[in-house]
């Protein structure tokens, strides 16, 4: 059983510093409405991840897919053989995925201060939406979801290439909120995070008008067996040395 457990105020690394990106963000995506989905449900990358996913869970997985947007094909192909919950800032995006993935769980939070409980989760699946995060989440983000993770469980995202934090005018037509942290870092984040990496792929795709968009990647998993940290140092032998 998945229960959410929400957090108040700003998860960052700093804070105090609030980030004027979920603002944006929120308010950007839900006046684009169907127009992303539009856009962007045809890209077979993500369908490709999506298969590699799909490939992997047993059936009856439980999975939370992270700013699940209008839920398709994503959330709404994980729902079919999953228990999913999809998490988005932006209410406009919900309820266009309450129609597209009918069969998954929606909540509406902002992931930089929303949670779960520990080992709650078989999957956790971040399709394009961490390039919306504010670059001081990005470290918190992965290291709670990686908490969030069965023994055992997958996780997948794809995740900006370049650092950085800033406002595009005009991104479908909207100010839209961008950050990131790079792809060393966001790799040190994921096995800072307690995870092991299995792949980190730079992949290029089309935005249309001619211009191209690449992404990281990245799939880990959280190990079966943790390394064992011995609490005590090992007893002392008859003259206080080590026995
Ligand atoms: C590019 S869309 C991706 C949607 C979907 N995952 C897909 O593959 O089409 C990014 C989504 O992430 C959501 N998002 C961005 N930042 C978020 C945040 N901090 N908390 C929750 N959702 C967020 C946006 O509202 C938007 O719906």
Same mark, same amino acid.
């Given at each position: 059983m998945l229960s959410v457990v929400q957090a108040t105020g700003h998860g960052g690394e700093s804070p105090g510093a609030e980030s004027p990106g979920p603002a944006t963000v929120r308010e950007g995506y839900d006046a684009i409405g169907i127009r992303y989905h539009e856009w962007s449900h045809r890209s077979p990358t993500r369908l490709g991840f999506l298969d590699e996913v799909l490939r992997r869970l047993a059936p009856g997985s439980t999975v939370v897919d992270l &700013?699940? &947007?209008?839920?398709?094909p994503a959330t709404r192909m994980l729902a079919e053989h999953h228990t999913v919950l999809g998490v988005d800032l932006s209410m406009e995006q919900l309820r266009i995925a309450r129609r597209l993935a009918p069969g998954a769980l929606l909540v509406q939070a902002d992931l930089v201060d929303f949670s779960l409980s520990a080992?709650?989760?078989d999957a956790v699946v971040s399709f394009y939406?961490? &390039?919306?995060?504010?670059p001081e989440d990005h470290r918190p983000l992965l290291r709670r979801a990686a908490a969030w993770l069965r023994p055992g469980g997958l996780f997948l995202t794809s995740a900006p290439l370049t650092p950085g934090a800033g406002v595009e005018e005009g991104w479908l037509g909207v100010p839209m909120f961008f950050g990131g942290i790079g792809r060393d870092a966001t790799l040190t984040a994921v096995t800072d995070a307690g995870l092991t990496l299995e792949s980190a792929r730079e992949v290029e795709e089309e935005e249309g008008n001619g211009r191209t968009v690449g992404f990281l990647w990245v799939t880990a998993t959280k190990p079966i067996h943790p390394a064992v940290i011995p609490a005590v140092p090992p007893a002392a032998g008859p003259h206080g040395a080590r026995g």
């Open positions: &700013g699940c &947007g209008p839920g398709d080992g709650s989760v939406a961490l &390039g919306h995060v504010p």
